[in-house]
């Protein structure tokens, strides 16, 4: 139950994570990838964790793409259970105000 109380939660997602999560949501849904991507988030949803450790392991190849504040950011999030759902949760709500 909600009472409204802030929680100690690490699970939570932080503002600056849902904000990463919000920009890579736009991102995704102005390249015309939100169907893929929610079908590879989806499929890997229970492996979120493992996901941000190969994350790491490829650091040095994914950091010419971004730059590595944001890598490291999206990394750190992904090792949060309430990360990939919550997208998803963007990426839906882009796509339908997208098909309008």
Known sequence: MDNGLPTDDPSALTDAERELAQWLARELVERRLGGPALFLLDSLTPMNFVMSQLMA??????????????????????EKREAIPYICAEIHQLEEARHG
């Open 57 to 78: 392991f490829f650091t040095p190849v994914i950091k010419i793409l971004s730059d590595q504040s944001k890598i490291d950011r999206f990394q750190e999030m992904l």
